[in-house]
């Protein structure tokens, strides 16, 4: 099943607030370091869905905490926040009382503001924050990563952009181990990132196991192998893979 079936299958349906329990999430201080862990399984789901819903016409409706794509296609979702073209700033949606969210929309934003709590990460748990849409899109990438089986997206209304995540099956991700070789350097090239740490943890996140020399990364899943070379500041020099 496609990330675009799995859609049309979800249409209206309940939605399953994926929750996490912090003490089960790995403890970083920054958002450089959350983005280099998440960002690699999260890109991947960009932009499969982008494929299939980029180009479709959308509509949020706040208080039912719902958005439509095209005609027909009517998900519920978890509002994270926006970004204002005019002020250049991220308000997180927990702290918009104009736009009228139901509170069902704001438990993932209210888990990463618990996130920032608990490992001091300002840009988590204060109401604004300078940004542009590049800043929306890494705490949007973020969130989709860190709360699995989500994508986000990135809606233009203007004057500004909303940043929400929606279900979606990552199952066919796993089944595709071969994605990495087009997918991660696209990602790099979208992100400053530390190369290794990130290709570290999307590897992992796609099922691989991993292992590191001095200059190199090793993945090996059931159908490929992949190994990346870097230099001396951490940026992949190559990236090649065999099929067992």
Known sequence: MGLFDFLKKQKNSEQEVRNVNLQDIENFSSMQELLERYSGIAFEKQLAINDSIGNLD?????????????????FPIQMLGSVSHQSNTW???WGNAQAQISSDSLTQAMQLK???????????TEKTIPATDNEGHVIACIASGMFKK??????????????FTIDVAEEGLLEKPESVLTVFPQLIT??????????????????????ESND????VSDKLTVTAHFDELHRMTNLEATNK
Not at 58 to 74: E, I, K, Q, R, Y
Not at 190 to 211: E, M
């Open 58 to 74: 959308w509509n949020v409706d706040m208080s039912a905490g719902t958005a439509t794509f095209g005609n027909d296609l009517t």
């Open 91 to 93: 308000l997180w949606a």
């Open 114 to 124: 618990a996130y920032g709590i608990k490992n001091n990460i300002l840009e988590l």
């Open 150 to 163: 989500r994508f986000y997206y990135a809606g233009n209304y203007g004057v500004g952009t909303a940043f």
């Open 190 to 211: 979208a992100f400053g990132l530390n190369h290794r740490k990130a290709l570290y943890f999307y590897l992992k996140d796609k099922g691989f196991k991993v292992s």
């Open 216 to 219: 190199s990364l090793t993945g």
